[in-house]
C-alpha cells in the first residue's frame, strides 16, 4: 500500500525555521517524482517545489524562492521541505504527493495527509 506521511510542522514564529518530511512507506521513493503542495483556509491548493527523481528541482512558489528548499534522501526513502524566514502568509498545510513517473508535472494520484504550519507571533 503506497503511503506518504508528512511529519514536521508546528507553530512557529515569523523568521522561524521549520523543516518537513515526507516519508514514503510500501514504495521506494527512488525513481519518483515527489511535489509538496500547500492549502491555506478557504484557499486553493498550490504545488511549491518538486523534485525529480534525479534530482532536479522546481520552484512554482514566487513567494518562497531562497526560504524554501526541497531535498531527498533516498536511503531514509524521504524528501524534506527546509523552510527558512517564515512568514505569517506561509501559514497552510503542507503535503506531498507524487505518482508513478520520475519527472515533476501533471497530476499527482498520491498524497499524504498533511502538516499543519502556523507562522504567528
Known amino acids: 500500500q503506497v503511503q506518504l506521511v508528512e511529519s514536521g510542522g508546528g507553530l512557529v514564529q515569523p523568521g522561524g525555521s521549520l523543516r518537513l518530511s515526507c516519508a514514503a512507506s510500501g514504495f521506494t521513493l527512488v525513481d519518483r517524482a515527489i511535489a509538496w503542495f500547500r492549502q491555506a483556509p478557504g484557499k486553493e491548493a498550490k504545488g511549491v517545489s518538486c523534485?525529480?527523481?534525479?534530482?532536479?528541482?522546481?520552484e512554482y512558489l514566487d513567494s518562497v524562492k531562497g526560504r524554501f528548499t526541497i531535498s531527498r534522501d533516498n536511503a531514509k526513502n524521504t524528501v524534506y521541505l527546509q523552510m527558512n524566514t517564515l512568514e505569517p502568509e506561509d501559514t497552510a498545510t503542507y503535503y506531498c504527493?507524487?505518482?508513478?513517473?520520475?519527472?515533476?508535472?501533471?497530476?499527482?494520484?498520491?498524497r499524504g495527509r498533511g502538516t499543519q504550519v502556523t507562522v504567528s507571533s
Open positions: 523534485i525529480s527523481a534525479g534530482g532536479t528541482v522546481f
Open positions: 504527493a507524487t505518482d508513478l513517473k520520475r519527472t515533476c508535472g501533471g497530476s499527482y494520484s498520491s
